[in-house]
């Protein structure tokens, strides 16, 4: 009986033991099948319609707590209109920064920004010479996004801006004089908003990630925690128009480089990334209310962080977690596609200047929601296969578990890409952590039957024996 008991242990053992393998066999084949220049890649994906000339791509890049990966290299990209590398710019200075917003500017230089160690550097660069024309090195933290106001004149959104001893954020949108290095106008949100918004104020209460003139007399920004969008009265400092709300995430959930649009008859028209509902979504305000006219990628995008209408009424749009960088039609397909490691921010059509200069959808009859289709689905950090966090909210959706599974298959793609080494695909990372947590188990239950043991020795001792 014991030695019955005992065989069927080690069979059990067996078979965790071959499950916890051929778990793991994905990591491995990844480890052993990876290309090191693969970690880089920078590559042409769909293409069906050559782009009307140069597409500069900003890449994040992987930086946390002052440690840079290599591997995930920041840097701006451009490609021609078939997807050719023209050139590549990363920071002189070292590899610890970021590069975020790149806008062209009418003389055909680019605006950069690009934050490193608690200061942000915004620069003019050459893409002829390489060199950069100016710069500044101003004391803001983790900026986002500066524009050109004129030749004299940035306009940035200040986040991350936190007094600690009185514990009270002061983000805000400032104009900067670059002749006189003065702030000459400034926007704070703690003015317009209860401390209470987005559960309390912190240091990165309002992840204000873009900023855009509209007009002469208005800004529009951006709140990323508070999910909405603003446009702001530069004269009187009022919000003339709001898109969103705090916490309302069927709108927009987490957005990033809204555009603003004047449709048919002057109809104000908000073209969104909408990236924790990795999505792009375009709103029309009629009769006093914003209406969703457009919805694009829902099952296939991956944190997008910028969205720019073309004038042949296509759309730009940054897949970040993806690393790509597509051109949509109003229906979803893909006519031209771009891989570009490591964390796209943002793209511009350079001889079409910054945003979106095209059509709306309502203006084009194209109103609705579409799936994104005719991906090249090629690997530059991204997926062969449907990624995980896709996987897991299709598998649920519709059941009593839909909600928990979105929740966590966005999450997934929101991090994982970010978390995993280079060398190792998504699949190859859940399965490496099924394998860990079924070890674990593994460990915990054989720990478990030592003590059991050890406990059952004990109680069956006589109790003379127990008592000496």
């Given at each position: 009986?014991?030695?019955?008991?005992?065989?069927?242990?080690?069979?059990?053992?067996?078979?965790?033991?071959?499950?916890?393998?051929?778990?793991?066999?994905?990591?491995?084949?990844?480890?052993?099948?990876?290309?090191?220049?693969?970690?880089?890649?920078?590559?042409?994906?769909?293409?069906?319609?050559?782009?009307?000339?140069?597409?500069?791509?900003?890449?994040?890049?992987?930086?946390?707590?002052?440690?840079?990966?290599?591997?995930?290299?920041?840097?701006?990209?451009?490609?021609?209109?078939?997807?050719?590398?023209?050139?590549?710019?990363?920071?002189?200075?070292?590899?610890?920064?970021?590069?975020?917003?790149?806008?062209?500017?009418?003389?055909?230089?680019?605006?950069?920004?690009?934050?490193?160690?608690?200061?942000?550097?915004?620069?003019?660069?050459?893409?002829?010479?390489?060199?950069?024309?100016?710069?500044?090195?101003?004391?803001?933290?983790?900026?986002?996004?500066?524009?050109?106001?004129?030749?004299?004149?940035?306009?940035?959104?200040?986040?991350?801006?936190?007094?600690?001893?009185?514990?009270?954020?002061?983000?805000?949108?400032?104009?900067?004089?670059?002749?006189?290095?003065?702030?000459?106008?400034?926007?704070?949100?703690?003015?317009?908003?209860?401390?209470?918004?987005?559960?309390?104020?912190?240091?990165?209460?309002?992840?204000?990630?873009?900023?855009?003139?509209?007009?002469?007399?208005?800004?529009l920004v951006s709140p990323r925690n508070f999910d909405q969008v603003l446009l702001i009265n530069r004269t009187t400092k009022d919000i003339d128009m709001r898109l969103g709300a705090d916490g309302n995430h069927s709108t927009l959930d987490e957005q990033h480089n809204p555009d603003f649009l004047r449709g048919e008859d002057a109809t104000?028209?908000?073209?969104?990334?909408?990236?924790?509902?990795?999505?792009?979504?375009?709103?029309?305000?009629?009769?006093?209310?914003?209406?969703?006219t457009w919805s694009v990628g829902s099952n296939t995008l991956n944190w997008p962080r910028d969205a720019d209408r073309l004038p042949n009424g296509n759309t730009l749009i940054t897949d970040t977690l993806n690393h790509r960088v597509i051109e949509v039609t109003p229906t979803g397909e893909?006519?031209?596609?771009?891989?570009?490691?490591?964390?796209?921010?943002?793209?511009?059509?350079?001889?079409?200047?910054?945003?979106?200069?095209?059509?709306?959808?309502?203006?084009?009859?194209?109103?609705?929601?579409?799936?994104?289709?005719?991906?090249?689905?090629?690997?530059?950090?991204?997926?062969?296969?449907?990624?995980?966090?896709?996987?897991?909210?299709?598998?649920?959706?519709?059941?009593?578990?839909?909600?928990?599974?979105?929740?966590?298959?966005?999450?997934?793609?929101?991090?994982?890409?970010?978390?995993?080494?280079?060398?190792?695909?998504?699949?190859?990372?859940?399965?490496?952590?099924?394998?860990?947590?079924?070890?674990?188990?593994?460990?915990?239950?054989?720990?478990?039957?030592?003590?059991?043991?050890?406990?059952?020795?004990?109680?069956?001792?006589?109790?003379?024996?127990?008592?000496?």
């Amino acid at each position: 009986m014991l030695s019955s008991i005992r065989s069927r242990r080690w069979l059990v053992r067996g078979v965790v033991a071959l499950l916890v393998l051929s778990l793991l066999t994905p990591m491995l084949v990844s480890a052993a099948t990876h290309d090191p220049s693969d970690a880089q890649t920078l590559q042409r994906g769909t293409l069906t319609s050559p782009a009307n000339g140069t597409t500069v791509v900003s890449a994040q890049g992987y930086t946390f707590q002052g440690n840079t990966n290599r591997k995930k290299p920041a840097r701006l990209v451009a490609v021609d209109e078939r997807g050719r590398l023209e050139w590549t710019h990363q920071n002189p200075e070292g590899t610890n920064g970021w590069f975020f917003d790149v806008d062209p500017l009418p003389n055909g230089n680019l605006l950069v920004v690009s934050p490193r160690e608690g200061n942000t550097l915004i620069y003019e660069f050459d893409p002829e010479t390489q060199e950069r024309v100016w710069k500044r090195l101003l004391p803001y933290e983790d900026t986002h996004d500066a524009d050109m106001l004129n030749d004299t004149a940035l306009v940035i959104s200040h986040m991350r801006a936190w007094e600690e001893s009185n514990q009270t954020s002061m983000d805000e949108i400032v104009v900067y004089n670059l002749t006189t290095d003065e702030v000459t106008w400034s926007w704070q949100y703690r003015n317009h908003f209860p401390p209470s918004t987005d559960g309390g104020m912190n240091d990165d209460w309002t992840h204000s990630n873009d900023v855009d003139p509209v007009g002469d007399d208005q800004f529009l920004v951006s709140p990323r925690n508070f999910d909405q969008v603003l446009l702001i009265n530069r004269t009187t400092k009022d919000i003339d128009m709001r898109l969103g709300a705090d916490g309302n995430h069927s709108t927009l959930d987490e957005q990033h480089n809204p555009d603003f649009l004047r449709g048919e008859d002057a109809t104000p028209t908000m073209l969104v990334a909408d990236s924790h509902n990795n999505r792009v979504v375009e709103y029309a305000y009629t009769n006093g209310t914003w209406t969703r006219t457009w919805s694009v990628g829902s099952n296939t995008l991956n944190w997008p962080r910028d969205a720019d209408r073309l004038p042949n009424g296509n759309t730009l749009i940054t897949d970040t977690l993806n690393h790509r960088v597509i051109e949509v039609t109003p229906t979803g397909e893909i006519v031209w596609e771009y891989y570009a490691t490591w964390g796209p921010y943002d793209s511009e059509r350079v001889a079409h200047g910054d945003g979106s200069k095209g059509p709306t959808i309502r203006e084009q009859n194209a109103t609705g929601t579409y799936d994104i289709t005719g991906s090249a689905n090629l690997t530059a950090g991204g997926e062969q296969s449907v990624p995980v966090g896709t996987y897991i909210r299709a598998t649920f959706a519709g059941t009593p578990l839909s909600g928990v599974a979105t929740e966590v298959g966005t999450v997934w793609g929101h991090y994982a890409p970010w978390l995993r080494p280079v060398w190792m695909t998504g699949w190859a990372l859940f399965y490496g952590l099924l394998a860990g947590l079924l070890a674990l188990g593994w460990l915990l239950t054989e720990v478990g039957l030592v003590g059991y043991r050890r406990f059952k020795a004990r109680s069956s001792e006589s109790p003379d024996t127990a008592q000496r």
